[in-house]
């Protein structure tokens, strides 16, 4: 049986990886996912804004006279309020290198143009295997066209792209009026991957307090039906990598996400509730069905279930669209 897989470039011992997140930050940990069968693991974020902040706190420092007042130094965040300041980062990639023997990717997380996108340069240089970066960005200015908006995140992928020589996934959100069509300038930008897709934390409102509570809630399966949907549309026609990230949480939610064209599978929310045994667990599931069903490899059903033999996906989906809500009845 033959897990194997090719993501970036990088050929992966089997699909599962540990997406971004604080495992990475304690290298027990990252080697106890590596021994459960973890083909590769990317690192928490790493802020546009932990980056600027830096970058000012710098400039103060060298620019403000020792006898400046002290209490401007309080408008910048001490780096320990960061649970990995950019330098500390750069040493835990160099640490996670040494240690494993799996693809570390390091993680960008920005949202426009602008000097942070220098680190990916510094990640290269701590030995980053490839780069995430992941544009993360929610649009409340109503006079922000969506052009304007995407045009960013190209040039931004594309500032990333031309400065390092490992390869660099791009992780977007569902909510583009193009999603198929922005991954295909993305991959014309220099994208060798995407991650479908990073998750928009909604905050709650406290109707006693009248405040807004930030809340972060674990994903469950039904949130890859959406990865499912992005991942058939545009597996046909993208040449490059692409990853599944949220909502696998059982063996058959991973064979989906490779029948629906996903080269690799990022697994977090599953691992912070039951553990890294999980990993071993998927893979065993895994095995199991490509047994039952007569496949040696990955490549030989990956896809399987995209939109290519589709003539017209849209129709498609609208046909289904009608007949899912006329077979409500009350």
């Avoid at 002290?70 to 950019?86: G, K, R």
């Avoid at 990598?241 to 989906?256: M, Q």
Wanted: with cysteine; charged share 20%; hydrophobic share 40%.
């Amino acid at each position: 049986m033959n897990l194997t897989t090719d993501y970036l470039g990088l050929k992966l011992r089997n699909p599962l990886i540990v997406g971004a997140s604080p495992f990475a930050d304690n290298g027990s940990v990252a080697q106890q996912l590596q021994d459960a069968g973890a083909a590769a693991i990317v690192m928490r974020s790493l802020f546009e804004e932990q980056i600027d902040a830096e970058q000012r706190a710098l400039t103060y420092h060298l620019e403000t006279p020792a006898e400046s007042n002290s209490e401007a130094t309080s408008f910048f965040p001490a780096y320990d309020e960061y649970q990995l300041a950019p330098e500390l980062y750069l040493k835990q990639i160099e640490r996670l290198k040494k240690q494993l023997s799996i693809p570390v990717i390091a993680s960008l997380n920005g949202c426009r143009p602008g000097g942070w996108t220098d680190y990916a340069v510094k990640f290269e240089g701590a030995g980053a295997d490839a780069i995430e970066l992941n544009l993360y960005q929610l649009v409340t200015d109503p006079d922000v066209p969506g052009d304007e908006v995407e045009a960013d995140m190209l040039e931004t992928v594309r500032s990333v792209t031309s400065s390092v020589r490992v390869p660099v996934s791009v992780k977007i959100s569902a909510f583009h009026t193009a999603p198929a069509n922005f991954a295909m300038l993305l991959q014309e930008a220099g994208a060798q991957g995407l991650v479908l897709f990073n998750r928009f934390y909604q905050p709650d409102f406290n109707i006693e307090d009248l405040e807004v509570e930030p809340q972060l809630k674990l994903s469950d399966s039904s949130e890859l039906l959406m990865r499912l949907r992005w991942l058939a549309i545009i597996s046909p026609n993208f040449r490059k990598s692409l990853s599944a990230s949220g909502g696998v949480h059982s063996t058959e939610d991973l064979v989906k996400a490779i029948l629906a064209g996903a080269h690799s599978v990022q697994l977090v929310s599953l691992l912070l509730r039951q553990g890294p045994r999980m990993i071993t667990l998927l893979l065993e599931g895994l095995g199991e069905w490509m047994t039952t069903h007569g496949y040696d490899n990955l490549g030989e059903f990956r896809g399987a279930m995209n939109l290519q033999r589709c003539p017209d996906p849209a129709a498609h989906e609208r046909a289904n669209y009608q007949r899912i809500l006329q077979s409500w009845k009350v």
